[in-house]
């Protein structure tokens, strides 16, 4: 089983829409969570952390479920401009070692 | 530019040959990660560094792989005898200290990558 699992999509929603991407993780010792972007081509990029009380920022809701070890990103009224690949990321927490594992990631394709 | 820079940004290579790139991180980071994307995957982690010591390898990082940072700034990562399965974005990224540096300690900042194509 992967460390962090994702649905790879793509999800074709129109302009507008509101898109809930799920990811669920494997080590339930992981601390920090995160939503990654990621355009074509380029370097992925913070979209936000996610924290146990959840957390919005904007048109964007992360939550995070411990007892089920799943995360959620939630975008309202998509842009044209969200069209990216959402990378769900989780710590792999044991000792010293504390490096991010990201998922395959979820492609998102916003339509006019 | 105080962003995290990779060179060389594209590199063709025949098989058998040895590729190096380099990592310059964001100045004030003292932990710097390797990863290698492939089409329609995440980045996939290779190694680690906190200043100059190697942390953690993956076990995706075969022994023709060598990755160093020997005074603590910049990295480089070796691929000796390149196979054309080792064609990928190799990903540079810092961070500071988990803990040191409040909530966003943790949060790792790319560089644009370097690509690799083995043919």
């Known amino acids: 089983r992967k460390e962090v699992e994702q649905d790879p999509g793509p999800f074709n929603v129109p302009e507008g829409a509101t898109v809930a991407f799920n990811c669920t993780y494997s080590n339930s010792a992981s601390q920090s969570f995160f939503w990654y972007r990621q355009d074509c081509r380029k370097e992925p990029k913070l979209l936000m952390s996610v924290y146990s009380s959840g957390n919005e920022d904007g048109r964007f809701t992360a939550q995070l479920n411990r007892a089920s070890q799943y995360i959620s990103l939630l975008i309202r009224d998509s842009k044209l401009s969200d069209s990216a690949t959402y990378l769900c990321?989780?710590?792999?927490?044991?000792?010293?070692?504390?490096?991010?594992?990201f998922g395959t990631g979820t492609l998102l394709a916003v339509q006019p | 530019d105080t962003g995290v820079s990779q060179n060389p940004r594209h590199k063709i290579t025949k098989r058998g040959q040895n590729v190096t790139f380099r990592c310059d991180p964001i100045?004030?980071?003292?932990?710097l990660y390797w990863y290698r994307q492939t089409l329609g995957q995440g980045p996939e982690f290779l190694t680690y560094?906190?200043?100059?010591?190697?942390?953690?390898k993956s076990r995706l990082l075969s022994d023709r792989f060598s990755a160093e940072r020997p005074k603590g700034s910049f990295s480089t990562l070796e691929i000796q005898r390149t196979e054309q399965g080792d064609s990928a974005m190799y990903l540079c990224?810092?961070?500071?200290?988990?803990?040191?540096?409040?909530?966003?300690?943790?949060?790792?900042?790319f560089g644009a990558g370097s690509r690799l194509t083995v043919l």
């Open positions: 560094f906190q200043n100059e010591a190697q942390l953690e």
């Open positions: 100045s004030e980071h003292n932990r």
């Open positions: 990321v989780v710590n792999s927490h044991g000792g010293a070692t504390n490096k991010l594992i």
């Open positions: 990224a810092s961070s500071s200290t988990p803990g040191t540096g409040g909530p966003g300690a943790n949060v790792l900042t």
